[in-house]
């Protein structure tokens, strides 16, 4: 059973315009939330990441929303650039116990 | 700073051949570690984690095998390899301890089994 379940599975946006990427988790325990961005070739890099006590963190372009009622949380990408196209993946942690979503691969069109 | 290193970055080998993954973790010590095998344009499939030296806990049954020997190493290795061991593998390390915890990515290795 998938523990994070994220969508979608691919994203076409244009430059200037939003990513959004949402993910969503059934496990009340979970209580770190990181997202990764992975070139190709390359493995994944920590991008962001929330906890439940905060429903909004925001790091240059990158925005996490958490709604914990919900038990959703999603990537905002604001001012989309050709560079950030990328595979996307979303997490959720509760001690040693990782679970990452699918994956989103971003593609920014110029 | 802490650094994570895997090797070789790509290799090819025929069916049926040995295989060992090295990955090393510098600047911290008794790091979680993990394997993890990602198939082409695909999600992230744990394989392998570890808590100590020694300790290894296996989370998909298969041809492959980890070991811990030291405190910063962690290797996968398999007797024979099958063409469906293809794919990207990556390792990373994790601290529990601390208020974050989030899983560190080395570089990959991308095997091609022929």
């Known amino acids: 059973q998938q523990q994070v379940k994220q969508s979608p599975q691919s994203l076409i946006v244009q430059k200037g315009g939003i990513s959004i990427i949402n993910c969503a988790y059934e496990n009340t325990a979970f209580d770190y939330f990181p997202w990764y961005q992975q070139f190709p070739g390359k493995g994944p890099a920590l991008l962001i990441a929330?906890?439940?006590?905060?429903s909004e963190k925001k790091e240059g372009r990158f925005t996490i929303s958490f709604n914990k009622s919900a038990k959703q949380f999603s990537l905002h990408i604001m001012d989309s650039q050709p560079g950030d196209s990328a595979t996307y993946f979303c997490?959720?942690?509760?001690?040693?116990?990782?679970?990452f979503g699918t994956g989103t691969s971003l593609t920014v069109i110029p | 700073s802490q650094t994570i290193h895997q090797w070789p970055a790509t290799l090819v080998q025929p069916v049926g051949s040995p295989l060992s993954l090295e990955c090393t973790v510098e600047?911290?010590?008794?790091?979680?570690l993990y394997w993890y095998r990602q198939a082409a344009g695909r999600g992230l499939q744990l394989l392998f984690y570890?808590?100590?030296?020694?300790?290894i806990s296996s989370e998909v049954p298969q041809n492959l095998s980890a070991s811990r020997p030291q405190d910063r190493q962690f290797i996968l290795s398999s007797k024979k390899l099958l063409l469906s061991d293809s794919g990207f593998y990556l390792c990373?390390?994790?601290?529990?301890?601390?208020?974050?915890?989030?899983?560190?990515f080395g570089p990959g290795t991308r095997l091609t089994v022929l």
């Open positions: 570890s808590v100590g030296i020694g300790q």
């Open positions: 990373a390390w994790s601290m529990l301890a601390g208020f974050y915890n989030e899983q560190f």
């Open positions: 600047g911290t010590s008794n790091p979680n």
């Open positions: 929330i906890r439940p006590d905060v």
């Open positions: 997490a959720a942690i509760t001690g040693n116990q990782f679970y």
